[in-house]
Nanobody
Framework: QVQLVESGGGLVQAGGSLRLSCVAS????????MGWFRQAPGKERELVTG????????YYTDSVKGRFTISRDNAKNTLYLQMNSLKPEDTAVYYC???????????????????WGQGTQVTVSS
């Protein structure tokens, strides 16, 4: 069992930046591929970005490429999402999630993720 706790959400103006963090409860954090999902009101949850166990490989959905950066610090059991040039359409609840996977594989489907955080709200005003 892995518990995930997100933080760093908030209200920001368009063009601004936020950094989300996700702290995992277990020292075996490095055993999991990680991802950030988001869900906007009335929309399905979507994978925003994912990262492999070592951090070597990453995935980004097209709408955030060049603006968002995922990273992880396995020594601190922490996952990060740096969000720059935020747009109103980025407004959503953001969730971190963990998947059991091989070393450099990036989990790209929601059903691959076994553990989820409670979510943190990101609101971008125009």
């Amino acid at each position: 069992q892995v518990q995930l706790v997100e933080s760093g959400g908030g209200l920001v103006q368009a063009g601004g930046s936020l950094r989300l963090s996700c702290v995992a409860s277990r020292r075996t954090f490095s055993s999991y591929g990680m991802g950030w999902f988001r869900q906007a009101p009335g929309k399905e949850r979507e994978l925003v970005t994912g990262i492999s166990r070592t951090g070597r490989n990453t995935y980004y959905t097209d709408s955030v490429k060049g603006r968002f950066t995922i990273s992880r610090d396995n020594a601190k059991n922490t996952l990060y999402l740096q969000m720059n040039s935020l747009k109103p359409e980025d407004t959503a609840v953001y969730y971190c999630a963990a998947c059991s996977t091989a070393w450099e594989y990036v989990c790209s489907r929601e059903r691959q993720y076994d553990y989820w955080g409670q979510g943190t709200q990101v609101t971008v005003s125009s």
